[in-house]
């Protein structure tokens, strides 16, 4: 691999989540989901609990394929990395997209998403 190679990989790996920015196990979604505060969207609800600023994702096969599931995770993830500065601090959320998230392309999922961080901002 070339320089120029490695280099790209160095910066998108600067880029990522953090592990511990992520809700990793089943029993804290379940935790953020039954006790925390809900807002929903025509794409997205979102579940938040105090916590420690961690962000988790469902989507389920309702919204599609293995394909559009991905991509609808992925828009999500982008949309939260960019926006970490929107949401609440020391607050866990759990992001769940409806089954009409996979046509409402990034810029729509990353519309909503801030828009409901802000609602959830406000109480």
């Given at each position: 691999?070339?320089?120029?190679?490695?280099?790209?990989?160095?910066?998108?790996?600067?880029?990522?989540?953090?592990?511990?920015?992520?809700?990793?196990?089943?029993?804290?979604?379940?935790?953020?989901?039954?006790?925390?505060?809900?807002?929903?969207?025509?794409?997205?609800?979102?579940?938040?609990?105090?916590?420690?600023?961690?962000?988790?994702?469902?989507?389920?096969?309702?919204?599609?394929?293995?394909?559009?599931?991905n991509r609808v995770k992925?828009?999500?993830?982008?949309?939260?990395?960019?926006?970490?500065?929107?949401?609440?601090?020391?607050?866990?959320?759990?992001?769940?997209?409806?089954?009409?998230?996979?046509?409402?392309?990034?810029?729509?999922?990353?519309?909503?998403?801030?828009?409901?961080?802000?609602?959830?901002?406000?109480?």
């Amino acid at each position: 691999m070339t320089d120029a190679g490695s280099a790209g990989s160095a910066e998108r790996r600067r880029e990522r989540l953090p592990r511990a920015t992520l809700v990793r196990r089943r029993t804290e979604y379940l935790a953020i989901q039954n006790r925390g505060r809900r807002v929903g969207g025509t794409h997205l609800m979102v579940f938040a609990l105090a916590g420690t600023g961690r962000m988790g994702i469902t989507v389920s096969r309702k919204v599609g394929g293995a394909v559009v599931r991905n991509r609808v995770k992925r828009w999500i993830r982008e949309c939260y990395r960019r926006r970490r500065t929107e949401f609440p601090v020391q607050v866990d959320f759990v992001v769940v997209a409806r089954s009409e998230a996979g046509q409402a392309g990034h810029a729509g999922i990353c519309r909503e998403l801030s828009a409901l961080a802000r609602r959830l901002g406000t109480r």
